[in-house]
């Protein structure tokens, strides 16, 4: 069959894949930064199609969240089953703090965090021969800057060596994402270089032995976007390598869709990308189209590739998303609605404001709910951080309420119009396509457009950080908001 990528659309970033052996499925994670649940896990029987099944990190005893950062918190993440137990490790790069977790049940509840010692960001695990090495970017005992390891006991997280630098890439800036697969009698080294902006690109180096000495690939890199232009997929790098159950290799890693050809913008964050990928006569990797990753590939199988197209309060319980550590007495969530209780954190503090969402996974969408408020202000955002949010809300004002549309790009704020509403309930939606976000409001079926703020205020090249848009329901002040009727639709 053929399939269409991205695979994963929206702010999935930095993704990692394993196969279980025992059930014949692919589990895959990604990082998360300020938001909670954290580690996002996705199930699929066939890399193209992947259910959401929840979130690897979902006690707040298992991750620090509080007060980190936008783009903060947790990075890039990487699965790995083993003996039948799933590991995920990541770092926490506010605390800067690698951490791992376990679970024997892959459905169920994952273990507390165990921390390894070691610098930098990006750890993976290479179980080998009974020894389990942890690989990073970092800082290596002896000063050397680029792809580290040591060998820990996976029982304790204790050092059994010191860290060592294994390799420092193939001349590119940020080497990266290091993962280490033996393949035949090859260890082989698949890193990302470039940065995770335009220049991105996957490199790989190999050795005898998971100490080296690696040796560079001589058509490094295998695969990047770089120079693919003009093109709407950028960004392509961060990945990880995986065998299909008929033997092919692949690889998922992460890219970017701009929001149109000639506009170097991406508010949708990072996705996930399915690549073919190989080995050579002369035992080295390749993926994609000469490099390339392009938008379609054939694949081995009898399948369709299915997206969801409706999200409602009911079928979206495996992906919401919140801001740092959530006080959950100020949400119900089910039944059709959503009751939140607004505190006094807004969309623009660097806290947990009573919000839930969505990631945004296409251009084009409607949201939209009716909303009953008793006070204090309640709405639907596009939120990219705390500095560039966009929303519709319905807010109190002395003489009633009002609802209005908001723009706040970096830290300018501007309210683009307002409507006097005669009760404290109202519809309110947001429309999205690639270029612009569009806010209305709808009393008595008469619906009034409030507002309109363009995409690329709300993309990474404006912002910074690692993320994506969320579409999300959020409350404000020490009032009710009731949220029935939520729908996230995608045409
Ligand atoms: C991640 C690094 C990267 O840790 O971006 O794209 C960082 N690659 O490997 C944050 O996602």
Redesign the pocket.
Known sequence: MRYTNPVVKGFY??PSVCFDQSTGKYYMVC?SFQYFPGVPLFESDDLVNWEPIGYVLSKKSQVALADVESSGGV??PTIRCHDGRFYMVTTNNTTRKHFYVYTDDIHGQWSEPITVDQDG??PSLMFDGGKTYFISTGVDDDGINGITQCEIDIATGTKLTGSKNIWCGSGGRYP??PHMYKIGDWYYLMI?EGG?EYG?MITCARARSPWGKFESCPHNPILTNRNKAPGIIQGI??GDLVFDKNGSLHILC?GFRQIDLWMAYHNLG?EVFLVPAGIDENGWLYAGSDGICEESYELEGDFSQREKKLYTIDNASAEWRYLRHPDFENYSVGHGKAILRGSSKTLDDTASPTFIGLCQREFCFEMSAELNIDGGEAGLTAYMCESEHYEVALRKIESGFEAICRLNIGGIKHIMNSAEICENKAKLIIRGDNFSYSFFVSQGGREICLGTGQTKYLSSEVSGG?TGVILAMYAVGGNTAEFSGFELKYS
């Open positions: 970033p930095d990082s990075f890039a960001i990006d990266e994402s990302a995770t991105h790098g961060h992460l990072r690692f």
